[in-house]
Structure formats: C-alpha cells, structure tokens
C-alpha cells in the first residue's frame, strides 16, 4: 500500500516524503544511493535510477501510489523511456500517479493520461528555493547577482507543491486536474532581495548581470547550454500564468500558498 515517491532527496521529494510519513502513509523513497539518503523514521529508502526500468519495476512492487519527476539531470530532459515507467506502474497495482513537469508537456504525462492511472499533474512556476543559488554570494559579499531581476515571478513554496501532491496522491479528488502552482504574489528579484535582507537582518543588493553574464553564472553553476538557455528565456518572458498568484494551492490545499517573506524566515540561516 505504499507510495513512491520519486526525486525524494530533492527539493519538492523531500517535503512529500515527509508529509506523507507524517500523515501515517507507508512511504517508499526511491533514490540511486540509499546509504547517503537520510530519510524520517519509517520510510523505506530503495535503491533505483529512472533510467533503468527494472530498478523503477522493482520499487514500484506493490506500491498504490506514485510521484514521478519527469525529467533529470543536467540538461533537465525527459528520461529516456520514462513514458514507460506508466504502464510498469499499472502493471505494479499503483492508482494515482502524480507528476512533477520539467517546463513541458512531454512523453510521461501523455503517458500517465493515456495509462488509466488517476493522474494529476503539478505544473509548478518558479521554485522559491531557486533563491538558495544566491545564498554564497550573500554571505560572501551581501550581493544578489542575477538577469531579468526585474521580471517579476509568482514564485511557490516546494513545500507548497508537496502539499498538493500529497493531497493528490491520498484522496481521489484531485484527479485529471493539472495544476499551475504558485505562490501568493509577483515578485521582482529586488522584493525577493528585500525580504531576504529583512529576514537576515543584513544589508543586501541587487546587482544586475547581463544575459551573458547570467549564462556564465549558470554555466558556474554546472548547467549545461540548452538548459540554461531554457531558464534564461523563461526568465525574461515567463509564461503569463507564471507571473500572478493561480490560487491552485490554496483550493487544494484549504489554505493561503506560503509567502516568500515566510521561506526567507524559515532559510534566514543559510544566508547568513
Ligand atoms: N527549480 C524550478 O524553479 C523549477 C520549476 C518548475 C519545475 N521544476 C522541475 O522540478 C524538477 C526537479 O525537482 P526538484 O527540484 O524537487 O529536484 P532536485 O532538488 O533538482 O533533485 C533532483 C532529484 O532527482 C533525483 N535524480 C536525479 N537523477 C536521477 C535518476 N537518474 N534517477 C532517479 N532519480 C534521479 C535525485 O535523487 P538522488 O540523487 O537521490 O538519486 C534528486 O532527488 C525538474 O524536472 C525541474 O524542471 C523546477
């Protein structure tokens, strides 16, 4: 009866593994190296890599739920073949499936929909985490470093996106549904730089960089160029939807999506 939850040493895994275990449901966490993972008390770590399908068929075994990344890696690309981890799921017994997009719709949602399965799809917006890439220049130097700071995002909460993907995955109210999450409010890079400064209580600036100098960043960054060719487009002319609260967190979910001014309290630390 257990969930997989795919991507469970990452930023949105890591809140649904959590809050499913805290919710008294039986969580597998599927992560190429269980012996680095750490995981709550409970959870069963298994070992498995998206791109190698017996691994993926063996965890699933028995499973009635399903998260699934889409995409890995540094060029962010749809796992070769993942398509198919749908119906090797189908084949395990599993029910729901949800999906965490990789700024497509590609092959594994198409699949899940065509699988039977009750699937639900989480379309998250910019991560408010992204904001952690900042987090040595800050404490280095008290500087935020960025193109199109003044783009303005409506930035979600990974937990946020947990949430509903927990929601999803334990109730069957949220079926066919693919959710455009969000958090609450548009916020330039400077707000962002703002709430951080108040949540440190430290001076820190923006600076702008030119779009070769963002690339380079990235590239720093251990991206690589169709990747961050991607980001740097999204950046500059987001997605509408991407640039105003969508209001999906809070309907699933029952309560206001979390501020950017609250993550900058909870991660003060890390900039400090
Ligand atoms: N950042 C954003 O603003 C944003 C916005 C929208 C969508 N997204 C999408 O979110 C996804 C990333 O999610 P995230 O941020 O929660 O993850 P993340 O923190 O980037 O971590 C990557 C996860 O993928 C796992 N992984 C990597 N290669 C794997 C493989 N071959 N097989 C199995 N697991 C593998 C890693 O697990 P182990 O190392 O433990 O195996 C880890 O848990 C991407 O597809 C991205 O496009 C991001």
């Not at 028995?62 to 540094?74: E, F, I, Q, R, Y």
């Not at 749908?86 to 198409?110: F, I």
């Not at 109730?171 to 958090?183: K, N």
């Not at 251990?222 to 961050?228: N, T, V, W, Y």
């Amino acid at each position: 009866m257990a969930i997989l939850v795919t991507g469970a040493t990452g930023n949105v895994g890591r809140h649904l593994v959590a809050r499913l275990a805290a919710a008294g449901h039986p969580v597998r966490a599927l992560t190429r190296d269980p012996a680095a993972a750490r995981f709550p008390e409970g959870v069963e770590a298994v070992a498995g890599d998206l791109t190698d399908r017996a691994s993926v068929e063996a965890a699933l075994e028995g499973a009635t739920g399903l998260h699934l990344l889409t995409a890995v890696g540094p060029a962010n690309l749809t796992v070769p073949g993942s398509a198919g981890i749908a119906a090797a799921a189908v084949e395990a017994g599993v029910r729901r499936v949800t999906t965490l997009w990789n700024g497509y719709r590609g092959p594994v949602e198409e699949a899940v929909e065509a699988s039977g399965l009750e699937w639900t799809h989480l379309r998250p917006g910019e991560f408010m985490s992204n904001a952690l890439t900042w987090a040595e220049d800050v404490r280095a130097e008290g500087v935020v470093r960025e193109p199109f700071g003044e783009v303005a995002h409506a930035p979600v909460d990974v937990a946020d996106i947990a949430a509903v993907a927990a929601a999803a995955l334990t109730t069957g109210a949220h079926a066919g549904e693919a959710y455009e999450l969000t958090g609450p409010e548009p916020l330039t890079v400077p707000d962002q730089v703002a709430a951080i400064a108040a949540a440190t209580g430290r001076e820190v600036r923006y600076e702008p960089l030119t779009e070769a100098q963002g690339r380079e960043r990235m590239r720093a960054m251990g991206m690589d160029d169709p990747a961050i060719a991607y980001v740097l487009g999204w950046r500059a002319h987001p997605p509408a939807w991407t640039t105003r609260a969508s209001g999906a967190v809070e309907r699933v979910t029952g309560r206001p999506a979390r501020t950017f001014a609250e993550w900058a309290r909870e991660h003060a630390d890390a900039f400090r």
